[in-house]
Antibody, heavy 123, light 108 residues
Framework: EVQLVESGGGLVQPGGSLKLSCAAS????????MHWVRQVPGKGLEWVSG????????GFAESVRGRFTISRDNAKNSLYLQMDRLRPEDTALYYC????????????????WGQGTPVTVAS | SYVLTQPPSVSVAPGKTARITCGGN??????VHWYQQRPGQAPVLLIY???DRPSGIPERFSGSNSGNTATLTISRVEAGDEADYYC???????????FGGGTKLTVL
């Protein structure tokens, strides 16, 4: 089955760290750019970060640049988001998403989404 | 960074046509993608590269893009179309990808 499954979310104190994972299955993971998108309950989608299929280019939203790191392990079909110096405003449901176009940049449409993992930053 | 503007809400009667706009500076020169998100669910790709539909998406959903406005058109609206809709573009100048604020479609 073609799917993405996020994990690693939870409750963390402000200033703390958390590492999210996204396990991919059912497609050639190493052919596709991947992204993280977050959503505060009741609010809109916010792009967080993206990475090309070969990890040679990454991008970050200004709101997380310098605090979050994106990486992938193609041998493990996995995408990661290391989140440091977390703030209350980082509280959201975090989705991983696959870019539709293979072997391209990370600018394409997102044709596969996971169900998300919740992150709560609070004391 | 690039900004996309959507109306917060659109209402339409069943069987009628809904149009959801996405405004951005010279958005017609960019590729626009659209997603549908039902409550409690992950987003689903509806339209990619302005007007193409993934397999399984009904022909009632169509997209266009020109000038400063991209439009998602939903023909013969059904109760099941009630959802949030988001437009999405890539901004190569900033290496970022951007979502519009979302539009809640209400079927009257």
């Amino acid at each position: 089955e073609v799917q993405l499954v996020e994990s690693g979310g939870g409750l963390v104190q402000p200033g703390g760290s958390l590492k999210l994972s996204c396990a991919a299955s059912g497609f050639n993971f190493d052919d596709y750019a991947m992204h993280w998108v977050r959503q505060v309950p009741g609010k809109g989608l916010e792009w967080v970060s993206g990475i090309t299929w070969e990890s040679n280019s990454v991008g970050f939203a200004e709101s997380v640049r310098g605090r979050f790191t994106i990486s992938r392990d193609n041998a493990k079909n996995s995408l990661y988001l290391q989140m440091d110096r977390l703030r209350p405003e980082d509280t959201a449901l975090y989705y991983c998403a696959k870019v539709m176009d293979g072997l391209g940049s990370y600018m394409g449409a997102f044709d596969l989404w996971g169900q998300g993992t919740p992150v709560t930053v609070a004391s | 960074s690039y900004v996309l503007t959507q109306p917060p809400s659109v209402s339409v009667a069943p069987g009628k046509t809904a149009r959801i706009t996405c405004g951005g500076n010279r958005i017609g020169s960019r590729s626009v993608h659209w997603y549908q998100q039902r409550p409690g669910q992950a987003p689903v790709l509806l339209i990619y590269y302005d007007g193409d539909r993934p397999s399984g998406i009904p022909e009632r959903f169509s997209g266009s893009n020109s000038g400063n406005t991209a439009t998602l058109t939903i023909s013969r609206v059904e109760a099941g179309d009630e959802a949030d809709y988001y437009c999405h573009v890539g901004d190569t100048s900033s290496d970022q990808t951007v979502f519009g604020g979302g539009t809640k479609l209400t079927v009257l």
